[in-house]
């Protein structure tokens, strides 16, 4: 898509960036102990805490990821919004106040208590790196997509600036100015989410597209034993067709420039063909935008209503809507959303985006994306309930998460952070409804990436509004890289170099060792976040949700309810949920994608692990615990 730079844009955001450094700086000069640079010295008041929780929680896949899945897919992605909230009542109830009590600086601290055991420091420290990485890799892909509209830089450069600002608040002040960034972001993404859902709200539903949406063609074609035999429009030439995604495709050619048509039947059985948007990848590799450069700028925002149906009457525009009549009257209505199918066409392989009317009441509830009704397989299904083991389960598991319960000063603290952490949340996941539901019907969403939506559905309210959701976009992966890179120093430097290595080190060094790893781990996020471009991030966040709720859960609620545990259990848990959960998702239809294959060739047709590796890992950790119980 192409995007129009806007110089009160890239202001608003140096102003944010140059905050965010200050705020480093000034912490920074502060920070001498290892106690202060992995838990800000335990002194965070709990509300201060639960924001920040929040701000840490509220990640790119949050604002980006969920509200962009929703613009595609309605319901099906705010679904991860409810298994993300659920996972909250896990770490409230049974997890908050008795690792608070256990661990001293890391999640490795608070499973070995009661051990002091080498094989849980290594097992341990490698899963928090492995699990951070996981998280890592969709943050980093958010920042890459936010830079493009914002700053008019490719996707990589996003990645880097984003990598370089986060190693410097981290090497510079560690956890304390990662918690008040956190804090800082947190508090002004839920306002300025909200001041954008009034917007939507308020400016209700109307038929007429944006200026520049693309007046999409329909003509006549006869079809003889599957193949378009003729088109009833002598501007266009037939050149051919292609089949994918159970849809029959065709090419036309007009004015030098070949676009891409969809193949569909009228109630009386004749055959027309509407236009398609398409993104080909030609031999030459050359993209090409509806057949034409992107310089011609013939590639549209899309996605708009179809039929609006206010109050049972058929409106051309709803005016203002309350929260609950935006809903009911996008349930009556008809939308069009897009569709994508991959195609080979004389051995190119095209990307093409096609127009699909779908009802309101089928956007509001499951099915466009989550295969879970009568139209899904068992592997559909059981995916499906993957998701949700993994959703629901992985947050009392994500290391990056759990150390903030080390940063306030008791576990009543530790409690009561975590209730102000799930109103936050849980408000802002319904804001999140609205925010994806109102760019779905806008035309402001970008095919290439659903990532965009809510920052494009920003942009069409004003300029003004967009820089500064924007910024606040940019400070959201901010301040979630910066905690996810503490939570891997802390495993390199703290779990594994001092506590498994026995490396004698003063405090200074220990702190120092932190940001060397801090500076490593950056680096590598970097490169990750460039090779998983285009991929949604919410998507990616819950393989790191599944890979953490596998390796973790099980250790965690085993060491605090189950008497019978031992440290080999625990370590043979751990690496049985880090392997079973990664092998399951480099095998799975997903990745085969990104590797260039079709995803019917996965071995594996399980994009989501969990419903495998979380109960293998519960089963391995009791079998061996009770294997290895000392002797009385």
């Keep these: ?32 102990s290892a106690a202060s640079y992995y838990a800000a010295g335990g002194n965070i008041h709990w509300g201060v805490n639960g924001i920040a929780f929040a701000g840490d929680y509220l990640s790119a896949a949050s604002f980006l990821g969920i509200s962009g899945m929703i613009a595609y897919a309605g319901y099906d992605g705010f679904i991860y919004s409810i298994g993300y909230l659920a996972g909250w009542v896990v770490a409230l109830f049974l997890v908050a106040e008795p690792l608070k009590r256990l661990g001293k600086f890391t999640f490795t601290d608070a499973l070995d208590s009661k051990f002091n055991s080498r094989a849980i420091k290594l097992t341990a420290s490698i899963s928090t790196l492995i699990v951070s990485i996981f998280y890592l890799i969709p943050q980093m892909v958010g920042a890459g997509d936010l830079v493009v ?33 956190q804090f800082i972001k947190g508090a002004l993404l839920i306002i300025f989410s909200t001041i954008l859902t009034v917007y939507i709200i308020n400016n209700g539903f109307n038929l007429k597209p944006a200026e520049d949406y693309h007046e999409f063609a329909t003509i ?55 236009e398609a948007l398409s ?44 929260p609950l009549e935006f809903l009911s009257t996008l349930e009556a209505s008809e939308v069009v959303i897009f569709s994508k199918a991959n195609l080979n066409f004389n051995n190119d392989y095209v990307t093409v985006y096609y127009q699909n009317p779908t009802s309101g009441s089928d956007v509001l509830k499951p099915g466009l994306l989550l295969k879970v009704g009568d139209d899904g397989n068992i592997w559909d299904k059981m995916n499906f309930l993957s998701l949700m083991l993994a959703l629901f389960f ?10 903030r319960y080390y940063t306030v000063p008791s576990q009543r603290a530790a409690r009561k952070s975590t209730i102000v952490a799930i109103a936050a949340i849980g408000f802002f996941y319904i804001l999140t409804l609205y925010m994806g539901l109102g760019a779905m019907v806008g035309g402001v969403i970008d095919v290439e990436s659903s990532n965009m939506s809510s920052p494009l559905l920003a942009k069409s309210f004003g300029i003004g509004i967009f820089s500064i959701i924007s910024a606040i976009a940019f400070a959201t992966v901010l301040g979630t890289v910066s905690g996810l890179i503490v939570a891997s120093s802390g495993a390199i430097a703290h779990d594994f170099v001092d506590m498994y290595l026995k490396v004698e080190m003063t405090d200074q060094q220990k702190v120092r060792a932190g940001k060397i790893a801090a500076f490593g781990v950056g680096l590598f996020a970097i490169l990750l976040g460039i090779v998983f471009k285009g991929m949604n991030v919410s998507f ?45 998702i480099l095998l799975s239809p997903s990745m085969f994608e990104r590797y260039g294959l079709l995803k019917s060739d996965a071995i594996i047709p399980l994009d989501n692990p969990g419903i495998i590796s979380i109960p293998l890992a519960f089963i391995v950790l009791i079998v061996v615990s009770l294997l290895t119980q000392k002797k009385v």
Excluded: C
């Design 1 to 32: 898509m192409t995007y129009e730079i806007s110089i009160w844009a890239i202001l608003i955001f140096m102003v944010f960036v140059a905050a965010v450094l200050g705020l480093s700086f000034y912490f920074g000069a502060k920070t001498k």
């Design 149 to 181: 509209p914002l700053l008019g830089l490719p996707h990589w450069a996003g990645v880097v600036i984003v990598g370089v600002i986060v190693i410097y608040i981290v090497a510079t002040a560690g956890m304390t100015s990662t918690t008040f960034v």
């Design 220 to 274: 006549g074609a006869t079809v003889d034993n599957g193949q378009i035999t003729a088109i009833n429009n002598a501007s266009y030439t037939l050149k051919g067709q292609a089949e994918g995604a159970d849809k029959t495709f065709a090419v036309l050619s007009k004015d030098g420039y070949d676009s891409w048509f969809k193949l569909e039947t009228n109630e009386d059985g004749s055959y027309y063909l509407t």
């Design 279 to 322: 993104i080909t990848n030609t031999a030459s590799g050359e993209v090409l935008y509806n057949g034409a450069p992107k310089t011609e700028n013939r590639f549209y925002q899309v996605g708009h209503f179809s039929k609006i149906v206010h109050k049972g009457n058929e409106v051309g525009e709803t005016g203002p809507l309350g």
């Design 394 to 403: 992985g947050t009392s598991a994500l290391p990056h998460i759990l150390i």
């Design 540 to 584: 990616l966040v819950g393989l790191a949700f599944a890979v953490a709720a596998s390796a973790n859960l099980p250790s965690i609620l085993a060491v605090i309810f189950w008497k019978k545990t031992t440290s080999k259990g625990i370590a043979a848990s751990i690496t049985t949920g880090i392997l079973s959960s990664v092998i399951i």
